[in-house]
């Protein structure tokens, strides 16, 4: 079939009806000429050639585009239907839109976060090697030395790289300006392992990081972001000089579009610069422990056996280490893949479970719109018959119908598309807070292969069934007065009982799962946090620790600020820590050694004000207060978590009072030592659903650049929390024109309320809630309307048999309970298989509930009285049309 007979069938068309006109032009001509009038003489012609239509059917399925032709006369025909029946097809398209937006959405989050994230060659052979216990427990950055020996002596990986981000906040200068970005510090080889080139310049030359100043020292490689929001996209920037915390670069090269190491939700632009090692690299010492290390499998090497080849290298190297507790730390090996390390199992976990409630709601707008279809085919049934008896085949007819779905599903997937995106914007808040990676709201070509499969799959669900049903329905019975046979219409009723009762059976179970959500939502809500929320704006300060460098930042910085922000009006108290409580910006930890048992703790330096702050209550002892300064006794204030742990008396955590610590496991601070002088009510530290940590809290008036903590604690995070009775509209400008006066980069800090870093610590449980939200209360109004429609319709059939029960003295409540009987049975057969299926469905979202059971029985019957009162509400309307029947109208119309 050539391009020509497809695209010039309009006028081949053309020519052959004027063909057929001339040769019966002709044979009147002959037959006039031989004495016949001329309607005689038509009419004679016509009886010899035949029938015109048939013979043009027959002519043009030799010319091989007759198929197209058909396909073409049934979308039209489709469209006519369409506009006849606007209500039918806004809800077949309404129904089936909101099932294809909500799997759509859901395989979006899922595409970008599970299945794809690595976009780099050979991904699937890239593995990060950490250092762990043989125990496994915890897992460690490590130093120059091992890597080194891992390089040399490993035969697993083609080739290994390392790189860590730059320390502290890292901000490109700019003119009077400083951008804050993310800074790494890669190994030249990295890129080239990866597969990745700049798209302008050059990448770093190859070899291994060094110890002198290389051919690599002092190039920076920009991201294509910073390149155009800094540079213009220019291509001259090559050879230009720029600043990262006052430290000079010269740029050699662009990295692509969309290109990002290390992957994961950046907010900020990303530059890369080579790691140049320092003195500290010689040694195994804690402050060398900074790299991590990336690898890429041989080809055909499996994990496996790199793992136990590598255990086997790192076993050798462990003696090496000086330190006992460093050396248990490095005794052993993980192995992973690159692109499962973005994601943790919990994560994962919840996202399979999101997307399967997607696509039960799929499933079940696919059922409602075969019943929807059904009921549209049966009375539509005396139509097909008569296209039947008119000599249209079975496949003619199942053509026609299954195109009448292909359009109807392909305006439902215009509008699940347009669904799919509003709802990826709307969420888009929760999915960057509690997703390792970004998702666009885009449709790349994955997720709109998807859509022309979820689109295709719906036609056939939905359209198989009630085509089946007509084609095959017999062709004389239909054309009767009465239309429709006994058998058939028990049959398909029947049918559409099923798929009601299955979807049922699938809206409890995302009720129940949506359920238990919300009572983890609710149990997390309730939980002490012990300490306060309310009239508290946090702002995450972006300190530029360069501008500071030699000088003392808790003189120069945080004292000035803190007087400033205490003289606002309305400000009732102001502190700075390191990190608020549940906040996710920085958490240092460290490891005391007692008794021969390793207590890891969270480290947080916070000023002597912010327990006013917050509302911290003391155990025992005092808090911090103005005596405490940097010539007075080194203290600290412990939790009580800690102190149940440490103190010498374990009947008395309060006994701890007065016992000194002695550094922390640090290598090069390992005489220091600091008094306890309180104890603080446990609080919640990074979860809600965790219990309290051992805590450390050490007094930011005594860190000095000669203390111990100073470069972990001053210059990489810090918060400000402020006790304000003022609305945040008005003090949030306001304490932004402090922040800038105290430093010009402080003016783009990170500024919100304590109330929302706590509705962001439900993590996912309230992503997952949400979502479940929309998915079970879509699933329960589909299937009760699904319930409403089969009864409308058994309602609407027995009319006359109705009329003539009531005609034989049948009491009304007795029709109107003959109906609720057919949905009684319904709800309940669709409970008790949905039951089932809950209680599978509260095993797969186990690991994101908290203070409830999964197979809680007050949740379960929850949905069940829910999916039972809304069924039985749906069916109340037409079982009550059914009593209301005037048997006299009823036996008139039949």
Not at 529 to 544: E, Q, S, Y
Request: hydrophobic letters at 45%; glycine letters at 8%.
């Amino acid at each position: 079939m050539s391009w020509f007979s497809i695209f010039g069938f309009g006028r081949r068309r053309r020519e052959l009806q004027e063909e057929i006109d001339d040769h019966l032009r002709m044979a009147v001509a002959d037959r006039t000429e031989r004495g016949e009038t001329a309607e005689a003489a038509r009419q004679a012609a016509l009886r010899e050639f035949g029938n015109v239509a048939l013979v043009q059917d027959v002519t043009r399925e030799t010319w091989g585009w007759t198929r197209l032709e058909r396909l073409g006369q049934d979308f039209r025909y489709s469209l006519r239907q369409m506009r006849h029946s606007p209500i039918f097809s806004a809800a077949v398209i309404g129904t089936l839109g909101l099932g294809i937006g909500a799997a759509t959405a859901m395989f979006s989050v899922v595409d970008h976060v599970l299945l794809r994230p690595v976009a780099y060659k050979d991904a699937g052979r890239l593995v990060t090697i950490l250092a762990t216990s043989k125990e496994a427990n915890g897992q460690y950055l490590s130093p120059w030395l091992d890597i080194q020996e891992w390089m040399r002596r490993s035969q697993s990986f083609q080739q290994i790289a390392l790189w860590k981000r730059m320390e502290g906040r890292s901000f490109l200068q700019v003119k009077t300006d400083a951008l804050q970005i993310e800074g790494v510090s890669i190994s030249p080889d990295l890129f080239p392992m990866l597969g990745v080139k700049p798209v302008l310049g050059r990448a770093f030359l190859s070899g291994p990081p060094t110890f002198a100043a290389g051919r690599n020292a002092g190039t920076i490689l920009l991201s294509y972001p910073i390149w155009q929001e800094v540079f213009g996209g220019d291509a001259n920037v090559l050879g230009r000089e720029v600043k990262i915390n006052d430290a000079a670069y010269t740029v050699v090269g662009v990295m692509p579009r969309g290109f990002a190491f290390p992957l994961g939700a950046v907010q900020a632009g990303q530059v890369w610069v080579p790691a140049q090692l320092g003195k500290v690299d010689e040694g195994r010492v804690l402050t060398a422990m900074s790299y991590e290390v990336i690898g890429k499998l041989q080809e055909r090497e499996t994990l496996a056996a790199a793992h136990a080849e590598m255990t086997a290298i790192q076993e050798t190297i462990a003696p090496e280490y000086t330190n006992p507790q460093t050396r248990e730390e490095h005794s052993a090996v993980k192995l992973q893949r690159y692109g499962d390390s973005l994601v943790d199992s919990d994560q994962r976990k919840a996202l399979l479970a999101l997307l399967a409630a997607s696509g039960v709601l799929w499933l079940i707008a696919s059922l409602n719109v075969t019943n929807l279809l059904l009921a549209r085919s049966t009375a539509r049934q005396r139509e097909i018959a008569m296209r039947g008896a008119l000599g249209a085949s079975q496949w003619r007819l199942a053509q026609q119908m299954m195109v009448e779905g292909l359009t109807l599903s392909a305006a439902a997937a215009a509008l699940g598309t347009g669904m799919a995106l509003g709802a990826l914007k709307l969420l888009a808040h929760e999915l960057t807070n509690e997703l390792p990676l970004p998702v666009p709201a885009t449709l790349d070509t994955w997720v709109l292969l998807v859509l022309l499969g979820l689109t295709v799959v719906s036609v056939l669900l939905s359209m198989a069934w009630p085509t089946l049903l007509a084609v095959r329905a017999p062709i004389e019975p239909m054309l009767r007065q009465g239309g429709l046979q006994a058998g058939t219409g028990r049959r398909q009723h029947r049918m559409r009982s099923a798929l009601v009762t299955m979807e049922v059976a699938m809206s409890l179970t995302l009720l129940v799962a949506c359920g238990l959500l919300l009572r983890t939502i609710y149990s997390l809500q309730h939980v002490p946090l012990g300490f306060r929320t309310d009239h508290i704006i946090v702002a995450n300060l972006n300190i530029p620790s360069y501008r500071f460098a030699g000088r003392n930042m808790t003189e120069t910085l945080y004292v000035p600020l803190l007087e400033r922000v205490e003289h606002l009006h309305g400000t009732r108290a102001a502190g700075l820590i390191s990190e608020v409580p549940l906040g996710q910006t920085y958490a240092e930890k460290l490891t005391l050694r007692t008794n021969g048992k390793a207590i890891p703790t969270y480290l947080k330096a916070v000023s002597p004000d912010v327990h006013e702050v917050f509302g911290l209550r003391m155990a025992a002892g005092r808090s911090f207060d103005a005596d405490d300064t940097p010539r007075s006794q080194t203290v600290v204030v412990v939790n009580q978590a800690f102190a149940r742990l440490y103190s010498p008396d374990k009947h008395d955590p309060t006994a701890i009072l007065g016992t000194k610590l002695f550094g922390s496991n640090r290598d090069t601070h390992a005489g220091e030592s600091a008094q306890i002088i309180g104890v603080l009510n446990d609080e919640r530290q990074q979860t809600i659903a965790d219990p309290a940590q051992p805590e450390i809290d050490i007094c930011i008036p005594q860190i000095t650049p000669q203390s111990m903590f100073y470069e972990s604690t001053e210059g990489i995070e810090m918060d400000l929390a402020v006790r304000t009775d003022q609305p945040t509209t008005e003090i949030i400008p306001e304490l932004r024109g402090i922040l800038r006066h105290a430093s010009p980069e402080l003016a783009n800090s990170t500024i919100t309320t304590m109330d929302q870093i706590v509705a962001d610590s439900y993590g996912s449980q309230r992503l997952a809630a949400h979502l479940l939200e929309i998915f079970g209360g879509s699933a329960l109004v589909l299937s009760v309307a699904g319930l409403y429609g089969l009864l409308a319709y058994v309602v609407t059939q027995w009319s006359h048999e109705m009329g003539v029960r009531i005609a034989l003295g049948a009491q009304r409540s007795n029709l109107l309970w003959l109906v609720m009987r057919q949905a009684e049975v319904m709800l309940v057969t669709g409970v008790a298989v949905g039951i089932c299926l809950a209680l599978i469905a509260g095993r797969l979202v186990r690991g994101v509930l908290y203070g409830v059971n999964p197979h809680d029985g007050w949740t379960l019957a929850g949905a069940i009285a829910l999916m039972m009162a809304s069924g039985s509400l749906a069916a109340y309307l037409p079982a009550r049309r059914a009593a209301s029947v005037n048997p006299i109208e009823a036996l008139r119309a039949e």
